[in-house]
Every structure is written in structure tokens, then in C-alpha cells.
């Protein structure tokens, strides 16, 4: 139970998460260890009011002495009976690893507080970089004083902190300091805080769906799990569009007319300065090939930072120019700027391209027993990027100005248009995708998820250049996760995949024989041997770790 999509808030308001602060009984330790309503029948606690709103109003000193050191031994024998909440540990142990700053804020004294972390398994004090409970002198929840004093110790905007907690003053003292709130609804028989809040919850594990989303993402590529949620609500109304937003699918297609189809393709181009240009029609035109069109057309918009010359500006655009010709492909318009939005040379193309009804791809045409083929060999532009980019330590680890050299110059050769063109003369092939950020794993995965298939891939067919794995070896990478742009993968009917092979090959490109497809569903069964291993899955790409 979410009471509203777990990627917004109410309104359909986005929303950033920077820490999480938790109240601490009932919400990290289960219900029950103090019994509330015991406490407040001996020292005399009216109904409808808080304990220790009832304590302060006390008038006489002595009176109140003695009602707070009931209250206090209370809560010492209660840390020697708390366990952690359904969940609790969980969440802990994700807001640790995610390296998100945690905080409590309790309405009761700090040494019972601190006693129950010897009940609390999976959850430790060291876990909190702040513990705000009410003998610091903060006026407790529901005022806001705790949750701003956390804030503000923490040096973090109030809106970018998440409270949790089971009670309303929770929820109130969260609205008053302008924090998101999540109500823990621990009793589902209770109607508890439904509209106040702005998540609720049935146990704490349910919480981390909630808080990934606010979490702020790795560079490069969106995740798959994201991408594939947010593009859930994306169903095309027109039925003009044949191939529509989808993971996987890095071209749309739109039939326009009857048999003719205008596939288009969008991409950025944020690595690889020195050879923007080409990477930019390159890039844009793998993406309308796969489709099993011709690139025609390549509009742009170019962003430069400031300080940018007239001379650099229009050298750019001569380097497109230059490379849309060699492809055949007309540059025919976009829009060019400077802005500090920018710190280097940023090109977002657009590539459009024709082609029949009849010889469209869509990769769910898939079918059992085709054969899955995969062009060059792993990490084509991720060892030219890392040779280009690091070659200074490179040098260092050991690797050769030689070695540098060749790994340099694949960059030479991201283009699929030739594969692509070998391929598409044949009826058997029935899908191709090329690979980009996050290596030849993300590629096999989003492949099987746009044809709606499951993949078996053969790990030792897969085939990696000699300096590739030393340029990984020595940087810490793995190379199925390294970029790829340069390769392809084809899926064919077996009775084709020989021909399709020995035509690629005539070009003098490499090919392999990696894998099949399987039966409908969602997964890859990876095998090395005889023995079934796991397939590989990144975050992010292999290039985004270094210099983290």
C-alpha cells in the first residue's frame, strides 16, 4: 500500500530526497514496548492529551518530578523489551549502502534511546549522524523545532529530508518544517494519517520503493527498472505510430503514408570531444539502421559554453556537415546557442529515415530458435573513450604507448551502418540492436525486453580484444558493462545465420555466434560450459565509475 505512485507526490510533483530522519518508537522498534496507555493512567494523563504536553502543564514542581520519573523508568525497562519493526533493518541497511544520511528524532530521553541499540540486530547508533531526543532542550514533536535543528546541523533544505513515523505528531511536526512525510500505518484497523502525509506505508520495507525514487541518480544512462516504469504510462493514442517509447527501442517509427514509414531516433553526444561530430551522426544513425532504415535526414541542437568562438562554432558545424555527407545523410536544420547550462561542446541529434511497412524491424518479431549474432567484439567505444581519456594512467599501470594506439583508434569504427546494411538483404533477420551505454549486458537485456523474449547467452563465445581486458583489468572495470557503440546485435532464423554471417564477414567485420532466443517472457539464461551462471547488470556504465 502507497497511497500515491511512489516517483511523486501529490499533484504529480516530483520530489528529491537528501536524508531520512526516523521517529523511534513504534516506526525502527515495534509497537508494544511502552505501554502508553498504563503510563498515562498513573500520573494521571487526561484523555486527547500528549504526556508530556500533560507534564509541562504541571504547576507544581514536585508533582511533575514524580509523574517524569515514572515516565523516564518506564522507558528504561521498555529498551531491554524493543525489537526492530517490520522492515526497519532493511531500510537501514539500503540508506546505509545508498550513502543516504539518517537521523532520529525522539519524544523520549536519550538513554533509554541509546540502551535499545543492543535489541535493535541490523541497526546500529553509528548508523545515525544525528540523534535529537527531549532532554536537549528542542521543543518536542509536534512542534518542528527537532526536525529544522536536524536540517539545519545537517546543512540541508527541509524539503530534501524525508520524515518517517507512526503517530500524527510526526506527520504534523514534518508539514510544519516543510519536510516530505511518510505516515508508517503499523495498524491497518486505525485510520492513522492517510491525508496528511505524503507517503503511507504498511511496513518499512515497503519504504525503500518510495525513497529510490528521490534518490539522486548515477551519471549516464537512465537505469532500466526506471526507464521502463516511467515509460509505462506512455501508450500511443495515435495509431499512426507503429513503434512507440519503449525500453529498448531506441527509434520510434510512424507510418505515414500507406508502406511508408519515417523512423526517427534522438541521442546526445556528452563524451568524446574531440570527435563530436562524427559520434553525433554515427550514434543517431545505428539508431535508425536497427530499424532496418536508411538514414536520411539529421537536425541538431548545439549548445556551447560560454566563451565559445564564431571560429569553433562554425567548425562544428562543418564537422557535421562533413559527416552526414560521407553517410548520405542531409543535414537540413536544428538550433545552435551558448549557455552556461554547458561546460564543453553538448550536440543533441535527431536522425529521421524512410522505409517500407513490409521491411520495418521491430524487435517483436523475434522468434524461438533464432540465432543471436553480435558484430566486432565487447567495448569497441569504451576502450577507444578510456585509451583517449586516460591514457596518462594508463601509461602508468603499465600499458603501452603502442597499446594505447590501437585501443585509440577503434574510435575509428562505432559506425554499425555497414553490418547493418549486410544484414538487412536478408528476409531471416528479425530484430537489431546496437550497443551503447552499459556494454554489451545492458544491450542483451534491453533486447530480450523489447522483443518480449528470454535470451540464452554462451559467456564463452562472447569475443573481447586482448587490450580491451587489459585496459579493464588495470582500470577495475568489467567489459560487458563498458560502452559499446561500434557493435550490433542480430537476430535471425537459424537457417539464414550462416549467410548473414559470411556477408558481414565479406566486409571484412567481424562476427560471432553468441547466443538464441528463447521462449516468450523476461530474462537472460547465461551459460559458461556446461554450467549456468548469472548475467551481468549495471547501474551505470563502466566508464561513469572512474574519478568516483
Same mark, same amino acid.
Request: net charge negative; proline share 6%.
Given at each position: 500500500?502507497?497511497?500515491?505512485?511512489?516517483?511523486?507526490?501529490?499533484?504529480?510533483?516530483?520530489?528529491?530526497?537528501?536524508?531520512?530522519?526516523?521517529?523511534?518508537?513504534?516506526?525502527?522498534?515495534?509497537?508494544?514496548?511502552?505501554?502508553?496507555?498504563?503510563?498515562?493512567?498513573?500520573?494521571?494523563? *487526561?484523555?486527547?492529551?500528549?504526556?508530556?504536553?500533560?507534564?509541562?502543564?504541571?504547576?507544581?514542581?514536585?508533582?511533575?518530578?514524580?509523574?517524569?520519573?515514572?515516565?523516564?523508568?518506564?522507558?528504561?525497562?521498555?529498551?531491554?523489551?524493543?525489537?526492530?519493526?517490520?522492515?526497519?533493518?532493511?531500510?537501514?541497511?539500503?540508506?546505509?549502502?545508498?550513502?543516504?544520511?539518517?537521523?532520529?528524532?525522539?519524544?523520549?530521553?536519550?538513554? *533509554?534511546?541509546?540502551?535499545?541499540?543492543?535489541?535493535?540486530?541490523?541497526?546500529?547508533?553509528?548508523?545515525?549522524?544525528?540523534?535529537?531526543?527531549?532532554?536537549?532542550?528542542?521543543?518536542?514533536?509536534?512542534?518542528?523545532?527537532?526536525?529544522?535543528?536536524?536540517?539545519?546541523?545537517?546543512?540541508?533544505?527541509?524539503?530534501?529530508?524525508?520524515?518517517?513515523?507512526?503517530?500524527?505528531?510526526?506527520?504534523?511536526?514534518?508539514?510544519?518544517?516543510?519536510?516530505?512525510?511518510?505516515?508508517?500505518?503499523?495498524?491497518?484497523?486505525?485510520?492513522?494519517?492517510?491525508?496528511?502525509?505524503?507517503?503511507?506505508?504498511?511496513?518499512?520495507?515497503?519504504?525503500?520503493?518510495?525513497?529510490?525514487?528521490?534518490?539522486?541518480?548515477?551519471?549516464?544512462?537512465?537505469?532500466?527498472?526506471?526507464?521502463?516504469?516511467?515509460?509505462?504510462?506512455?501508450?500511443?493514442?495515435?495509431?499512426?505510430?507503429?513503434?512507440?517509447?519503449?525500453?529498448?527501442?531506441?527509434?520510434?517509427?510512424?507510418?505515414?503514408?500507406?508502406?511508408?514509414?519515417?523512423?526517427?531516433?534522438?541521442?546526445?553526444?556528452?563524451?568524446?570531444?574531440?570527435?563530436?561530430?562524427?559520434?553525433?551522426?554515427?550514434?543517431?544513425?545505428?539508431?535508425?539502421?536497427?530499424?532496418?532504415?536508411?538514414?536520411?535526414?539529421?537536425?541538431?541542437?548545439?549548445?556551447?559554453?560560454?566563451?565559445?568562438?564564431?571560429?569553433?562554432?562554425?567548425?562544428?558545424?562543418?564537422?557535421?556537415?562533413?559527416?552526414?555527407?560521407?553517410?548520405?545523410?542531409?543535414?537540413?536544420?536544428?538550433?545552435?546557442?551558448?549557455?552556461?547550462?554547458?561546460?564543453? *561542446?553538448?550536440?543533441?541529434?535527431?536522425?529521421?529515415?524512410?522505409?517500407?511497412?513490409?521491411?520495418?524491424?521491430?524487435?517483436?518479431?523475434?522468434?524461438?530458435?533464432?540465432?543471436?549474432?553480435?558484430?566486432?567484439?565487447?567495448?569497441?567505444?569504451?576502450?577507444?573513450?578510456?585509451?583517449?581519456?586516460?591514457?596518462?594512467?594508463?601509461?602508468?599501470?603499465?600499458?603501452?604507448?603502442?597499446?594505447?594506439?590501437?585501443?585509440?583508434?577503434?574510435?575509428?569504427?562505432?559506425?554499425?551502418?555497414?553490418?547493418?546494411?549486410?544484414?538487412?538483404?536478408?528476409?531471416?533477420?528479425?530484430?537489431?540492436?546496437?550497443?551503447?551505454?552499459?556494454?554489451?549486458?545492458?544491450?542483451?537485456?534491453?533486447?530480450?525486453?523489447?522483443?518480449?523474449?528470454?535470451?540464452?547467452?554462451?559467456?564463452?563465445?562472447?569475443?573481447?580484444?586482448?587490450?580491451?581486458?587489459?585496459?579493464?583489468?588495470?582500470?577495475?572495470?568489467?567489459?560487458?558493462?563498458?560502452?559499446?557503440?561500434?557493435?550490433?546485435?542480430?537476430?535471425?532464423?537459424?537457417?539464414?545465420?550462416?549467410?548473414?554471417?559470411?556477408?558481414?564477414?565479406?566486409?571484412?567485420?567481424?562476427?560471432?555466434?553468441?547466443?538464441?532466443?528463447?521462449?516468450?517472457?523476461?530474462?537472460?539464461?547465461?551459460?559458461?560450459?556446461?554450467?549456468?551462471?548469472?548475467?551481468?547488470?549495471?547501474?551505470?556504465?563502466?566508464?561513469?565509475?572512474?574519478?568516483?
Amino acid at each position: 500500500m502507497i497511497s500515491r505512485p511512489p516517483y511523486f507526490l501529490a499533484g504529480g510533483r516530483p520530489f528529491r530526497l537528501s536524508a531520512v530522519v526516523f521517529d523511534f518508537d513504534g516506526t525502527l522498534t515495534a509497537p508494544g514496548a511502552l505501554d502508553f496507555e498504563a503510563i498515562r493512567s498513573a500520573v494521571g494523563c *487526561p484523555s486527547g492529551i500528549g504526556l508530556l504536553e500533560h507534564l509541562e502543564s504541571l504547576d507544581d514542581a514536585e508533582e511533575r518530578a514524580r509523574k517524569e520519573a515514572v515516565l523516564e523508568a518506564a522507558e528504561i525497562a521498555a529498551a531491554e523489551r524493543v525489537f526492530p519493526n517490520e522492515g526497519a533493518a532493511e531500510l537501514v541497511s539500503f540508506l546505509r549502502s545508498s550513502r543516504v544520511p539518517m537521523a532520529i528524532i525522539s519524544r523520549n530521553r536519550r538513554e *533509554p534511546v541509546e540502551r535499545s541499540f543492543a535489541f535493535l540486530p541490523g541497526i546500529e547508533q553509528s548508523d545515525f549522524v544525528l540523534i535529537v531526543t527531549r532532554d536537549q532542550g528542542l521543543s518536542p514533536k509536534p512542534l518542528p523545532d527537532g526536525v529544522l535543528h536536524v536540517a539545519a546541523t545537517m546543512g540541508l533544505d527541509p524539503a530534501e529530508v524525508l520524515l518517517i513515523g507512526d503517530h500524527a505528531y510526526d506527520i504534523e511536526a514534518g508539514r510544519r518544517a516543510g519536510t516530505l512525510t511518510m505516515y508508517l500505518h503499523n495498524d491497518p484497523q486505525e485510520p492513522g494519517e492517510l491525508d496528511q502525509a505524503d507517503f503511507v506505508v504498511p511496513e518499512l520495507r515497503t519504504a525503500i520503493e518510495v525513497i529510490r525514487y528521490g534518490l539522486p541518480l548515477p551519471t549516464g544512462k537512465l537505469p532500466g527498472m526506471l526507464l521502463e516504469e516511467s515509460l509505462g504510462g506512455l501508450d500511443a493514442s495515435d495509431p499512426s505510430v507503429i513503434v512507440g517509447a519503449r525500453l529498448g527501442e531506441d527509434a520510434a517509427a510512424v507510418e505515414v503514408a500507406e508502406d511508408a514509414i519515417v523512423v526517427l531516433a534522438s541521442d546526445p553526444i556528452t563524451l568524446a570531444a574531440d570527435a563530436v561530430a562524427r559520434y553525433a551522426v554515427s550514434v543517431n544513425a545505428n539508431d535508425i539502421a536497427t530499424s532496418g532504415a536508411l538514414p536520411r535526414w539529421f537536425l541538431t541542437t548545439l549548445l556551447f559554453p560560454p566563451g565559445s568562438s564564431g571560429s569553433e562554432v562554425a567548425g562544428l558545424i562543418r564537422d557535421l556537415h562533413m559527416n552526414c555527407r560521407r553517410e548520405g545523410i542531409e543535414l537540413c536544420g536544428g538550433h545552435t546557442e551558448i549557455t552556461d547550462a554547458v561546460s564543453r *561542446p553538448l550536440v543533441v541529434g535527431t536522425m529521421a529515415g524512410t522505409v517500407p511497412r513490409s521491411r520495418l524491424l521491430d524487435k517483436r518479431g523475434m522468434r524461438e530458435g533464432d540465432r543471436i549474432l553480435f558484430t566486432k567484439r565487447v567495448a569497441v567505444e569504451g576502450t577507444g573513450l578510456l585509451a583517449r581519456e586516460y591514457a596518462g594512467r594508463l601509461l602508468e599501470a603499465g600499458l603501452t604507448a603502442k597499446e594505447i594506439e590501437v585501443c585509440s583508434d577503434l574510435l575509428e569504427h562505432i559506425s554499425i551502418l555497414p553490418e547493418a546494411r549486410a544484414a538487412l538483404v536478408f528476409n531471416g533477420v528479425t530484430a537489431l540492436h546496437d550497443v551503447t551505454e552499459g556494454g554489451l549486458a545492458t544491450a542483451v537485456t534491453e533486447l530480450g525486453a523489447a522483443g518480449e523474449r528470454r535470451l540464452r547467452l554462451d559467456m564463452d563465445r562472447i569475443p573481447v580484444y586482448p587490450e580491451t581486458e587489459r585496459v579493464c583489468r588495470l582500470l577495475g572495470l568489467d567489459p560487458l558493462g563498458l560502452i559499446g557503440s561500434g557493435s550490433l546485435l542480430i537476430t535471425c532464423s537459424s537457417a539464414q545465420a550462416d549467410d548473414v554471417v559470411a556477408a558481414i564477414e565479406a566486409k571484412d567485420i567481424e562476427v560471432a555466434f553468441i547466443g538464441e532466443v528463447l521462449e516468450e517472457g523476461r530474462g537472460v539464461e547465461a551459460w559458461r560450459g556446461d554450467e549456468l551462471v548469472g548475467w551481468p547488470y549495471f547501474e551505470r556504465d563502466e566508464v561513469s565509475r572512474l574519478g568516483h
